[in-house]
Each structure stands twice: as C-alpha cells, then as structure tokens.
C-alpha cells in the first residue's frame, strides 16, 4: 500500500491551462511558474530530472493567441488534442465575459472534459466559462471582488463568497483576481506535495505560501485609502499590522497627529465607519483566517487579534457571521 501512494505521489501531473484571445497574461504565467518552480525543485531534492508536473497551455487551436496586455502566447495543443489531464485551470479574461463564443466553446469542452479531471479550477474571470457548464450548482465559488455580485445575479445556484482568495469545493477549485492565482497554485502544490515543497515555491516567488486575510483587504480598504487624506493613507495597512496591540481612538489619533474628536470625524468620513467598527471588522476578518488555518486554541486566536477577552471575541464573531467561533472552526478548518 505505501509503494502504491508512492507511486501515485511520484506519478508526473499533467496541468492543462486554458489560453485565448483577450486572456490575462498573468493568469496564466502564475501558475505557470509555480509548478514549474515545484518540479524543479523536487526534481534538486530527488537527484532526478523527471519533472513533477508537465504543463501545457491549451486553445482553441495551435495558432498563437494575444493576451489583453498585448502579449503574444503560443499554445501547446489545441483543446481537442489535449492529452488526460490531471488538473485544468481557466484563466480570466475580457473575453469569458464579452465573447459569447470563446466562452461557449471552452464552457462545452470544459463540460466534456471534467468527469475525467481530478481537478478543475478557475482564476478570476475564468468562473465566466465554468459556471454556465452547471458544474458549480450548489458550491462554494469565489472570484474577483469587482465581478462577485454580478456572478452572483447571472448564476444563482452557485454560492459565492466574496472575500475568499481561493475555495475547493469537491473537485472545483475557484479563485480571486489575478495574483490569487499563484495562491491556488501553492495550494494545489501543497495539495500534491506537501508542505515543505509549496514553501519552498513560495519562497522563490516571494510570497505567502497562506495570504493572510482575505481579497477585501484589497478592495474596500483600499479604496477607502486612496480616498482619505493623506494623515489617514496609511492607517488602515498599519492596523492590520497591528491587531494585537492597542488601537483605542486615542491610540490612532496620536498615530495621525490629530485630536481624538478631530481624528474621529475625519476617520468616519474617508472611510465611512467609526475608528472602532473598522478595528473590530479587521480584527475578526484575521481571526477569522486564523481559525480556519491554525491549531491553536479560541482564546489564543482572540488574545492575537486583540480582543480583551475570549467571551467577547465569541459575542463579536456571532453578531458579525451569526455562527460561533467554535462552529465556524468546525465547518471550515479543514477547506
């Protein structure tokens, strides 16, 4: 039984990425990288040179495809002469949502070809072809935080949640914008290999083998940012870096240079909520994440937040999930 997971792990992984006319280049390059990083890496630690994954970028036909940046793509095969594929990834693009025939032809192939896929995936826009297939009825999805609430109207039987950077639900696989495609790569590498082998990508990349929080960190906070003035541009960034510590108005307004009460109305108007609802929104968003990916205990999660006490870390989840810590713990530790 252990020469037969052996052998499975060892087994080479064929990773099919969907390119076309009008596709974000960095859609596909990301992944692109990531496993390549990851065979090379394991081919070091193995003194072999057989790689751990063999990609191909796959179009409707051979001829080379322009990605919306200008960038010229020239694919390996075609969609029918593609080989069995262990994964397929669906990169987004201006054209998933404004070329109703692009969309339709990878959406048919896709919908063909996914009984004999272990894994299906999309990055950002590329839900646009996979969830008119039917395929994700009834699942968890997630994509670009610009495009969540018109997913949402165009297929209501899917369920998506907005903040997520990526969510498997059975074999379906849905990510955030752009970046969060090499967050979905690092999680199918560790998927596959490990830990140890997806940190180790992610340290030659750069980046996060786990982001922390979710793609709203990048959405409203932000744009609250850029709206603020320029006392209040790097608050919002420094809080989240420090929710463990004290961040009373009078701690942030000293941070600002300005008066509590001064500080509070200018607050409340660049970004729409009180210094304190925007604290605790960060602070739960973080726990949040920590619950779902750490084995440490509901009161630690709390005191790293920087909740006073664990009691009213529990009443503070459940008025803002309607779920307790516990229970949401339960349901999502695992994905």
Same mark, same amino acid.
């Given at each position: 039984m252990a020469a037969q997971r052996k052998q499975v792990v060892d087994a080479k992984k064929t990773i099919g990425i969907v390119g076309y006319d009008g596709v974000q280049a960095l859609d596909i390059v990301g992944p692109v990288d990531s496993f390549s990083i990851a065979s090379a890496h394991l081919a070091s630690e193995r003194h072999d040179s057989g790689p751990a994954y063999e990609v191909l970028v796959l179009a409707p036909s051979r001829r080379a495809f322009v990605a919306e940046s200008g960038i010229v793509i020239r694919p390996h095969r075609a969609l029918e002469a593609a080989p069995p594929?262990?994964?397929?990834?669906?990169?987004?693009?201006?054209a998933l949502r404004l070329q109703p025939a692009t969309n339709a032809r990878i959406g048919h192939w896709l919908k063909a070809r996914a009984p004999d896929i272990r894994r299906v995936a999309s990055v950002?826009?590329? *839900?646009?072809? %996979?969830? !008119?297939?039917?395929?994700? @009825?009834?699942?968890?999805?997630?994509?670009?935080?610009?495009?969540?609430?018109? *997913?949402?109207? %165009?297929? !209501?039987?899917?369920?998506? @949640?907005?903040?997520?950077?990526?969510?498997?639900?059975?074999?379906?696989?849905?990510?955030a914008g752009i970046t969060a495609g090499i967050d979905l790569a690092?999680?199918?590498?560790?998927?596959?290999?490990?830990?140890?082998?997806?940190?180790?990508?992610?340290?030659?990349?750069?980046?996060?083998?786990?982001?922390?929080?979710?793609?709203?960190?990048?959405?409203e906070p932000l744009r609250f940012q850029m709206k603020s003035s320029d006392r209040l541009s790097d608050l919002a960034p420094w809080i989240r870096g420090h929710l463990h510590q004290d961040l009373s108005v009078e701690t942030l307004a000293a941070k600002a240079c300005l008066s509590p009460r001064h500080f509070t109305r200018c607050f409340k108007r660049a970004f729409g909520v009180t210094p304190g609802e925007f604290v605790e929104h960060m602070r739960l968003d973080e726990a949040r994440r920590r619950l779902s990916t750490s084995g440490v205990t509901i009161e630690d999660v709390s005191e790293s937040v920087g909740f006073a006490s664990a009691d009213s870390f529990r009443r503070a989840f459940e008025r803002r999930f309607g779920i307790a810590p516990s229970i949401y713990r339960g349901r999502f530790s695992a994905a």
């Open positions: 594929l262990d994964t397929v990834i669906v990169p987004g693009g201006r950002c826009t590329g *839900i646009y072809a %996979l969830a !008119p297939t039917g395929l994700l @009825d009834g699942r968890r999805v997630t994509t670009h935080w610009r495009f969540t609430s018109e *997913i949402a109207k %165009l297929f !209501p039987k899917v369920r998506v @949640d907005t903040d997520a950077l990526f969510i498997k639900d059975g074999q379906f696989y849905t990510s690092l999680a199918l590498i560790e998927e596959d290999y490990g830990t140890q082998i997806a940190l180790a990508v992610a340290r030659y990349l750069v980046v996060y083998l786990k982001r922390p929080g979710g793609q709203e960190q990048y959405s």
